[in-house]
């Protein structure tokens, strides 16, 4: 299977920032994207391939360009990588979002399993999202899509669980298995 793994954000507009580190979600999420990448060589069946947002063509169209690239590549499922953050610093969790198809939300139920799995964080679901924040990204490409949300880089607690290189690691390697999971 071919799995796409699309950084959120993008090089000009990084997304939240990290205060531990001070990286943001563009930055960091490169960082795991290559490491899915490096993971996926153990996995015989899924083939990884990262794919970033142009920045400067505005929102709407950099999700439909970046979308338009996974469907050329015939992306099997799409994983959009993320994660929140909140201005109170006990908000915490893992979160998933769906556009409710089926195999949208079968991925989206693996990738939330496996992800609470790795980081022992607070279950805060798998949400349905048909309009707002995120939707765009579930529905502008043919495979099955889900958006992550693994921690809240401002909690102490979401840093905590994904501040060593190994806890990335094993993050990376519960998205392969979560795309395994759903789809093989």
């Not at 993008?10 to 490491?35: C, K």
């Amino acid at each position: 299977m071919k799995l796409a793994i699309v950084v959120g954000h993008n090089a000009r507009a990084q997304g939240a920032v990290r205060p531990d580190t001070g990286e943001t979600e563009f930055v960091w999420n490169t960082d795991l994207a290559r490491i899915i990448e490096d993971e996926a060589a153990h996995f015989d069946e899924i083939t990884v391939k990262t794919f970033f947002r142009e920045a400067g063509l505005g929102y709407s169209r950099e999700i439909r360009d970046v979308y338009a690239r996974t469907d050329r590549w015939g992306a099997d499922a799409t994983c959009e990588l993320h994660f929140n953050s909140h201005h109170t610093a006990n908000a915490t969790g893992t979160e998933t979002l769906s556009s409710g198809s089926a195999l949208s939300l079968a991925f989206a139920m693996a990738l939330q399993e496996r992800m609470l799995d790795a980081l022992g964080l607070k279950d805060r679901g798998e949400k349905i999202v048909r309009k707002g924040r995120g939707a765009a990204s579930l529905i502008s490409g043919r495979a099955p899509a889900a958006l992550i949300e693994p921690f809240f880089g401002s909690s102490p607690e979401g840093q905590a669980a994904t501040d060593e290189a190994h806890e990335k690691r094993v993050l990376a390697r519960a998205i392969l298995l979560a795309a395994q999971d759903a789809f093989l």
